[in-house]
């Protein structure tokens, strides 16, 4: 509850700070549906980055995943904007929200599409695992989710829920690309005595896809045993 109400506050006073940006597009014409296809469109740009990083970089060029980190952070802007565009607009329907959700989906699977490429590509074969785990607890989140409102039961508690995700993955990226152009991308550091390194630029990146691998399927068992005693109750 507490991380919730938290996540309210913080909701709200992005809210204010892009409420002028919001109305400005809807004077131009942009429409709920518009500002989700454009996010869409973004995350592909993302997929390509991390894409052509993989075929044309090397494994200590990490500027390709800084440029992904910054731009999943501004398409991860287009998500907040779609549903204030359709509240201020008063622009809301039943198929716009679905429509919202279903191209949520792509683009996270998409972005995951991009990492999953350039990870292998790199050899960064446990990583690579932990991103498709990620994926696999990301979407379990939002699946689950969808069906117990579908029972008539909101759930919608836990942490990694999609904002955090996009976040943590944009500036771990992000950090990872501005790290590696000062200190590069091949860093490794070795503890004396121990034959294998412990950290390396990578781990910038690799190591919240990790966490994230963990806490997104926790979040989804954690929704899971929310929903069956929901169900219980309302049974009752």
């Not at 506050?9 to 700070?17: D, E, G, P, S, T």
């Not at 909101?154 to 152009?181: D, F, K, W, Y």
């Amino acid at each position: 509850m507490a991380n919730e109400s938290l996540r309210n506050k913080l909701q709200k006073a992005i809210y204010k700070v892009i409420n002028p940006l919001v109305k400005g597009m809807i004077k131009i014409g942009f429409t709920p549906n518009l500002v989700t296809v454009t996010g869409l469109f973004l995350n592909i740009g993302v997929a390509i980055i991390f894409i052509r990083g993989a075929e044309e970089g090397n494994r200590g060029d990490l500027s390709y995943v800084g440029w992904a980190g910054a731009l999943i952070l501004f398409a991860g802007l287009f998500d907040m904007l779609d549903g204030q565009v359709a509240r201020l607009g008063n622009m809301s329907s039943t198929f716009g929200a679905l429509f919202d959700s279903v191209l949520d989906r792509y683009s996270e699977l998409i972005m995951f599409l991009g990492i999953c490429y350039y990870l292998i590509a790199h050899h960064y074969f446990l990583s690579s695992l932990a991103a498709f785990i990620a994926l696999i607890g990301s979407m379990m989140v939002s699946y689950i989710r969808a069906r117990s409102e579908g029972l008539g039961i909101q759930n919608s508690g836990g942490l990694m829920q999609r904002p955090e995700r996009v976040i943590l993955i944009a500036l771990s990226a992000l950090a990872c690309g501005i790290t590696g152009h000062f200190i590069g991308g091949d860093y490794k550091y070795y503890v004396p005595g121990i034959r294998y390194h412990v950290f390396e630029t990578m781990t910038i990146f690799t190591l919240p896809i990790a966490v994230m691998a963990v806490l997104t399927n926790m979040t989804a068992i954690k929704r899971l045993l929310a929903a069956k005693k929901l169900l219980e109750i309302k049974k009752k």
